[in-house]
């Protein structure tokens, strides 16, 4: 472990370098048992605003949006902002170093030039991060995602060592729930998370590298999750894709790997008009096509074929750059994606567990 995190670490958890954690069953440990936190359900309506914001109890949740950018010389961007919460222990938020809530917030910029990733950390009950519903407001320290009509228009701010952006994101349409109206699968034995999209934002704004600041444009993707085990104890991580077809539709796509038998498959078909079909097991077709080996030595399928064949979708899936390494407190890949073939358009990757 980094010094440097050590301390951020110490001030976080109260603890010290010296304890070593347990090696985690599955990614992140998400496939650890969390029967003392609050349980995923079927059949749970999702209520809106409120569902938004934090929900004390259940022991992970995210907010992240992906962003497929072009500048005015036609050159392909993409940006992540995503900002984690992670309960310490069951129980509601609380003021102070009483708080059992760990926030975490990673941002990234892909384009010409290559990849660069940033995370910040913050402790909950002192103010530095949190979310809340309505008005809409996400942040960790400096790094914000803020709304100004619910989550329809919203600003997002973040940026580390050599880049930044600043964004607008419009979209007035519904949101899509995944899976059985926002109950969402991940095993097929129980694990299961609380999951919605909203996929049709239109973007404006800017990013900026080395102090070039450059007008950009595009779309970009939303996606909330929370849950207390959204992975099984033998699950090892998963693969994550988020497409914008260029004909209007869009798909969300995922499978989990197992260490033993075949991955848990899963995924929405979003048509341009917003009507939504859920798909799992073998209507969703999954090879992979290349592997890069990233500047750590950790090798990753950059090259995939995709296959839905009831939507007539048979894609090629190439990273816009093969190393996009997240070396994060939790490592992982995740970076923009071209698609050719029965469709083209562009989307997001996200790699867990290698």
């Known amino acids: ?102 926030w975490m917030g990673h941002a990234a910029l892909t384009g010409p030039g290559g990849h660069q990733s940033s995370e910040t950390l913050a402790r909950g009950g002192l103010g530095q991060a ?49 899976g059985a109206q926002g109950y969402s699968e991940k095993s097929g034995k129980g694990q299961a998370s609380y999951y919605y999209s909203q996929p049709f934002y239109q973007v404006s704004g800017e990013v900026e590298r080395g102090g070039e600041r450059i007008p950009v444009t595009g779309r970009a993707w939303l996606d909330r999750e929370w849950s207390s085990q959204p992975l099984a104890a033998g699950q090892s991580g998963w693969d994550w894709f988020s497409l914008h077809l260029d004909g209007g539709a869009k798909l969300m796509l995922f499978r989990v790997r197992e260490d033993q038998g075949m991955p848990y498959r899963a995924g929405t078909w979003i048509s341009a008009q917003g009507e939504t079909r859920a798909l799992q097991g073998d209507q969703i077709q999954f090879k992979e096509l290349a592997w890069t080996t990233q500047d750590n030595g950790h090798r990753v399928p950059t090259r995939w074929q995709v296959k839905v064949p009831a939507h007539g979708v048979d894609v090629q899936v190439d990273a816009l750059e093969p190393k996009a390494w997240m070396e994060t407190s939790y490592p992982y890949w995740e970076g923009p994606v071209r698609l050719s073939g029965s469709e083209t358009g562009r989307g997001y990757l996200e790699m867990t567990g290698y």
């Open 130 to 178: 949190g979310v809340e519903a309505q008005p809409f407001r996400a942040w960790i320290n400096d790094w914000s995602l803020r709304g100004t009509d619910g989550i329809g228009r919203l600003r997002m701010t973040a940026g580390g060592e050599g880049f930044r952006y600043d964004l607008k994101l419009h979209s007035e349409r519904a949101l899509v729930l995944h």
């Open 1 to 102: 472990m980094k010094p440097e995190t050590c301390v951020v670490m110490l001030v976080l958890l109260l603890g010290g370098c010296d304890r070593p954690a347990p090696a985690p069953k599955s990614f992140a440990g998400l496939g650890q048992d969390a029967a003392a936190y609050r349980q995923v359900l079927p059949e749970h309506p999702l209520i809106f605003p409120l569902d938004h914001g934090a929900h004390d109890g259940f022991r992970i949740e995210w907010w992240y949006v992906t962003a497929n950018l072009t500048d005015t010389q036609g050159r392909d961007w993409g940006v992540q902002w995503t900002l984690f919460r992670s309960a310490l222990r069951p129980g509601q938020e609380m003021k102070g170093w009483s708080s059992p809530n760990l």
